[in-house]
């Protein structure tokens, strides 16, 4: 920003501006006859009560020559406040010349009601909450200070943006032809080479594209824009809940000699959770308070709505409690050996069938996770957690759990202009393979030059009949090094949350995790987080299967994540491969399911050609043969 920034906390105080005066036009005379004001019946107060939040209304204005980056930054800056749930519209120069001022040519009168229009227009967005940004070449002061006369008069934010490019790179870049054509007379009146560019005094900010990157300039603005308190701050630091480095010993010390509670390998993985910050901005096992808002809403709602589907909880024996109340700390023991030091601990109520109901849809205890739920104790603790080191299983696969930190630091190496997760807690046969696929293409046609995949599979709890970890990872390899995924475009990474089986609740938990670690894209599948109803007879799903991806269109609390629907993809027996479904062929395809994959792989049988990687598939038969030798 630079030193002569108008501080405009209050600006509904600014005192009156009286409108420049044009020498060249009328804008200022008022023609029409027997018009009067008239006052809105719904107040900026109730529009910031639809919107969720305070009034964000304020008018961004981008100037400067042509080609200086003005639409560039500020289509990218539209792009990141709508990633974050904030309204904004960008009005760009030249569109608006295609519409509303299509009649209006580059005279120095046509140029300065250009802009009282766009300023007009500007307004009227930021006085429904949204936050306009109007990029134009808006060549004079004076016109650019009628356009700050008439938000100040209206108590709404005007900000200049000044991107300050010089000539020689606006020529050198000439994205549109436009300099060199002017350059040879075929266009008069052009900014910067025959009618002058009157560069801003004091402008809010100026944006110096030359040294700056596009994404540097727009977090220039985002700064200024939570400076204002126009928008919320961002907590741009991954912030985990692991005790520093350098107090490590200090807090051990105080562990030892703090009253325990000994948790169970389920715990110690929502533990893990925690500490690395997938949960954030969770700072511990919750508390009542937050497991309401979870059950009820779905949501975090201290921060603003964020969205956490799935409760995070400590449940401990009614013994327990008794000897625990009234501590103002709790040290959290696994196998005899402290992991974690809970803070000003609060007990209060399991209530296990109402949590079930609500998280799973279902109270029946034949289902793998209600049943571990039922079996634990009959209270919650929660409160604030300090992990003491990082949570290790020594189990070969340690290097693969990386934390939303390490992975973000990782997208960044690799230059990752996207992200796209991929949740998986199966093998992937070569229909995965396609919707991952599929979605680098979709990205790499929308301009991303090099999208990222995040291959997650889930590594916590799972239930007995699943795949275990160590043979997915294997598998997963298998897959990577047969070329089936690309693997300089891919992170294989573990994702220590448990499994809980709970469907189109449980998806958004995913999701929300993958968000913390870098990505902004999610792929989902038919049925994520489902599983045959624990009530065998009728056959039948618990889940309806499309209802996981259109409920993650829709969740709240998930801002900057884009879902990509998945397409249905089957064996095409015709082309020997997996394929995308065409219902006009449908006597074409087979739909291989998993259960069916399992028998083919239990009895030694090869899948069909084009169904699995064949290194991958050997991986799955070689454990389905080992299960064999040891029944």
Known sequence: ??????????????????????????????KATNVFQQEHKVSRDNRRQLLGSKFRGCTVWFTGLSGAGKTTISFALEAYLISRGITAYGLDGDNIRTGLNKNLGFSPEDREENIRRVAEVGKLFADSGSIALCAFVSPYKKDREMARSLHQDSGIHFIEVYVDTPLEECENRDTKGLYKKARAGEIRGFTGIDQPYEAPDKPEIVCKTVDKTVDECVMQIVKLLEEYQIIPTETRELKDLMVPEEMKSQYMSEAEHLPSVEITKLDLQWLQVLGEGWAAPLKGFMKE????????????????????????????????KSRLEGTKAITLRYNNEPKAILRNPEFYAHRKEERCARQFGTTNQNHPYIKAIYAAGDWLVGGDIQVLDRIVWQDGLDQYRLTPRQLKDKFEEMGADAVFAFQLRNPIHNGHALLMKDCRQQLEKRGYKKPVLLLHPLGGWTKDDDVPLPVRMKQHQAVLQEGVLDPDLTVLAIFPSPMM??????VQWHAKARLRAGANFYIVGRDPAGMPHPDPHPKRDLYEGTHGGKVLTMAPGLQGLEIIPFRVAAYDTKAKSMAFFDPTRKEDFDFISGTRMRGLAKSGQLPPDGFMAPEAWKVLQEYYNSLNVDN
């Open 289 to 320: 308070k937050e497991f309401l808002q979870c059950q009820h809403f779905n949501c975090l709602l201290n921060e603003g709505p964020t969205n956490q589907s799935v409760p995070i909880v400590l449940p401990i024996t009614t013994d327990d």
């Open 1 to 30: 920003m630079t030193g002569g920034a108008r501080p405009i906390e209050d600006i509904q105080n600014v005192e009156k501006q009286k409108s420049p005066v044009s020498s060249l036009s009328s804008w200022n005379v008022q």
């Open 501 to 506: 089986y709970a469907g189109p609740t449980e």
